[in-house]
C-alpha cells in the first residue's frame, strides 16, 4: 500500500525511530522534542570546520557534528541508546567496516 501511496495519515504519523535534520540549514545543534508515539529521535546537525588536537599533540581541521538523542525511557533502555550513539560515531568515522 505504501508503494502504491495509499497509506492513510494515521498509518504514517507515528513511527517507533525519527530523525530530524536542522544540519542541512545550517543548524550546529539542537534538541529533538519526542512526538508522542515515537520511541527515539535523532537530532543531526551540520558539519562544520572544526580545530582538534591530532594523536601526536599537533593541531588539525576536521569536519565534525552534533547529533542528539531523546528516547521515551518506557520504551528504550538508556545504555542501549548511548551504546546505539557510540555505534553510529563508529560507522560514521569509519565508513569502510560497512562494506566488511
Same mark, same amino acid.
Given at each position: 500500500?505504501?508503494?502504491?501511496?495509499?497509506?492513510?495519515?494515521? /498509518?504514517?504519523?507515528?513511527?517507533?525511530?525519527?530523525?530530524? %535534520?536542522?544540519?542541512?540549514?545550517?543548524?550546529?545543534?539542537?534538541?529533538?522534542?519526542?512526538?508522542?508515539?515515537?520511541?527515539?529521535?535523532?537530532?543531526?546537525?551540520?558539519?562544520?570546520?572544526?580545530?582538534?588536537?591530532?594523536?601526536?599533540?599537533?593541531?588539525?581541521? /576536521?569536519?565534525?557534528?552534533?547529533?542528539?538523542?531523546?528516547?521515551?525511557?518506557?520504551?528504550?533502555?538508556?545504555?542501549?541508546?548511548? /551504546?546505539?550513539?557510540?555505534?553510529?560515531?563508529?560507522?560514521?568515522? %569509519?565508513?569502510?567496516?560497512?562494506?566488511?
Amino acid at each position: 500500500r505504501a508503494r502504491s501511496k495509499q497509506l492513510k495519515p494515521e /498509518e504514517y504519523s507515528s513511527g517507533t525511530f525519527t530523525i530530524s %535534520n536542522l544540519g542541512m540549514f545550517g543548524v550546529d545543534a539542537f534538541k529533538p522534542i519526542l512526538p508522542p508515539g515515537t520511541a527515539a529521535i535523532m537530532s543531526v546537525g551540520a558539519s562544520k570546520p572544526t580545530v582538534v588536537a591530532g594523536d601526536d599533540g599537533s593541531m588539525k581541521v /576536521e569536519k565534525q557534528m552534533t547529533v542528539g538523542l531523546a528516547a521515551d525511557h518506557r520504551i528504550v533502555y538508556g545504555a542501549h541508546a548511548a /551504546e546505539f550513539l557510540r555505534d553510529l560515531k563508529e560507522i560514521i568515522e %569509519n565508513p569502510v567496516q560497512l562494506l566488511v
